[in-house]
């Protein structure tokens, strides 16, 4: 009997699909998966995905916008100096200046992004103006700071006494080398899918710790450091930017997940990818995380100590990333 109602209900849908005009597999794909749809949900990179999350949520619970919640979200860590890798009290640059890049895509894939930026605390933010209010994607340097003045934010010196002190501990030797799981956290990404089944992401940092002036890593490259597709789903980086420029890892993701993958086996495949393109990965450390139109998440990283933050109607999460290493 139940073969039979499967059959009656398979029946109906392949009718219904017919009629949409899309695609049998697709529409009975999107038929099948509504009722195990998993929303409103957010998801990002780190332990300071926690705190960044629950600004998210109170956007996500009350029916909110996933663009509205990822740019609430990120903010958190961009304006607490204890995240150290991220907005005001990020590590400077070889110079001893704070540079920030950060990017945002939503459902629609409108995206803007800042690069370079100096003085502006919340350098999310400006990378929304950049989409809502220029013709342009991104903006960079200067420019990015003068549009980010003539927009209200407030300059402010974004260096604070603990990373000034660390920076001039560091010019004592002038050694560059990235460290992989840097305290633990590194740049915040985040995914949100809202209660109506849109999507939108966020990606902000202040980069790698005593880069050289003017690096700019993924976290502000459409593709590399967050991609969105609201038909699939969307993804995020963290770790060395280098290497997911190199295979514009998050739009791969994405692309893997619309081949039929899960987030998770998607992450994994990206992550494989880059170390296939790689001579050394000893001190590389690259993690991804996606979310698909279904609310369903994963994440993988090259070496065991990412973990990831999950919020939904369950409850609050933090999960370690599987390795491959």
Not at 105 to 132: T, W, Y
């Amino acid at each position: 009997m139940s073969t039979r109602r499967k059959f009656i209900k398979l029946s109906a849908l392949g009718a219904t699909a017919l009629g949409s005009g899309l695609p049998i597999e697709r529409a009975l794909a999107g038929s099948l998966n509504a009722a195990k749809s998993n929303k409103p949900v957010v998801i990002s990179t780190w332990n300071h995905g926690v705190p960044a999350n629950a600004a998210a949520w109170e956007i996500l619970n009350k029916k909110g916008t996933a663009l509205d919640a990822v740019e609430a979200g990120v903010r958190v860590p961009e304006g607490d100096p204890e995240v150290r890798t991220v907005g005001y009290g990020g590590f400077p640059d070889r110079e001893g200046k704070v540079t920030l890049d950060a990017c945002i895509m939503d459902k629609d894939s409108n995206c803007g992004s800042v690069a370079f930026l100096q003085h502006i605390k919340h350098p999310i933010s400006v990378a929304r103006k950049v989409m809502e209010e220029t013709p342009h994607v991104m903006l960079v340097g200067e420019g990015a700071l003068q549009f980010a003045l003539e927009k209200g934010f407030r300059k402010e010196n974004l260096l604070t006494p603990a990373s000034e002190k660390d920076w001039k501990n560091w010019l004592k030797e002038s050694k560059y080398k990235p460290v992989i799981n840097i305290e633990n956290h590194d740049t915040i990404g985040m995914l949100a899918l809202d209660a109506n089944g849109d999507l939108a992401g966020a990606c902000t940092t202040s980069g790698a710790a005593y880069k050289m002036h003017g690096r700019v890593g993924d976290s502000p490259i459409i593709g590399a450091g967050l991609f969105i597709d609201n038909e699939v789903g969307g993804a995020t980086a963290t770790g060395l930017g280098e290497a997911v420029m190199r295979t514009v890892g998050s739009h791969l993701v994405v692309e893997l997940m619309r081949q039929g993958n899960s987030p998770e086996d998607a992450c994994r495949l990206a992550v494989e990818r880059i170390i296939a393109k790689q001579k050394d990965v000893k001190d590389l450390q690259v993690g991804f995380i996606a979310l698909n139109k279904n609310g369903e998440y994963g994440a993988y990283c090259i070496h065991k100590g990412f973990n990831y933050a999950v919020q939904d109607k369950s409850g609050v999460k933090l999960i370690d990333g599987k390795a491959k290493l």
